[in-house]
């Protein structure tokens, strides 16, 4: 069955250190990838997804993330954090081997900024 | 261009009652998905639809939850009768299955049932 794990349940950083979220997949086939983040009170927005190709993809907001299935990882990183980071994050795949069809979740990492 | 909008926003109402919830999906847009956002359980899908058409609601807790999409720009999630396990953040999504696109979400409709 296809599952995701996020290990970290909560991180904190200081405000301009680098950033790494760790996801791990389990998926028979070449996952479709996601990263999501929530803010509070509102809904998930896209940070970045890989379907194939370039195993470092970009998303918005400085964020990248590299996807090595050797390791069955996808983790997202970024160089310098911003208090405005301070959010959820989730990893997601998609299980129907399409982006449309349904996500697969993490149970997210919430991410801490001191100043 | 207009997001997933849902509605209402917030919802308090007391257990036994009929709860509706609302969503129009992104327009061109041609899959939706329901999910719910609890502590304890994270973020579940409960059913998604495709060109309007349920196609699996294996998700969908148990026979109180029902959710219909009559057209393209339309769905609701019912709860009949509702029970304060039901309290959570429900989350509406769309996505457009010809083009391959990612799920876009709604702000989400934060249901207490008291």
């Known amino acids: 069955a296809q599952s995701v794990t996020q290990p970290d349940i909560h991180i904190t950083v200081s405000e301009g250190a680098s950033l790494e979220l760790r996801c791990n997949y389990s998926?028979?086939?070449?996952?479709?990838l996601f990263w999501y983040v929530q803010s509070p009170g509102q809904g998930l927005q896209l940070l970045l997804k890989y379907f194939s190709g370039d195993t470092l993809v970009q998303g918005i907001k400085g964020f990248e993330a590299e996807f090595k299935r050797s390791q069955s990882s996808f983790n997202l990183r970024k160089p310098s954090v911003h208090w405005s980071d301070a959010a959820e994050y989730f990893c997601?795949?998609?299980?129907?081997?399409?982006?449309?069809?349904?996500?697969?979740f993490g149970t997210g990492t919430l991410l801490a900024v001191q100043p | 261009d207009a997001g997933v909008i849902q509605s209402p926003r917030h919802e308090v109402t007391e257990m036994g009652q009929e709860v509706t919830l609302r969503c129009k999906p992104i327009s061109g847009h041609n899959s939706l998905f329901w999910y719910r956002q609890t502590m304890m359980r994270g973020l579940e899908l409960l059913i998604y639809f495709n060109n309007n058409v349920p196609i699996d609601d294996s998700g969908m807790p148990e026979d109180r939850f029902s959710a219909k999409m009559p057209n393209a720009s339309f769905s609701t999630l019912k709860i009949q009768p509702s029970e304060p396990r039901d309290s959570a953040v429900y989350f509406c999504?769309?996505?457009?299955?010809?083009?391959?696109?990612?799920?876009?979400f709604g702000d989400g409709t934060r249901l207490s049932i008291l």
């Open positions: 997601a795949v998609g299980a129907g081997g399409g982006a449309t069809n349904k996500l697969i």
């Open positions: 998926y028979g086939a070449t996952p479709y």
């Open positions: 999504a769309s996505s457009s299955v010809d083009s391959n696109q990612p799920q876009h």
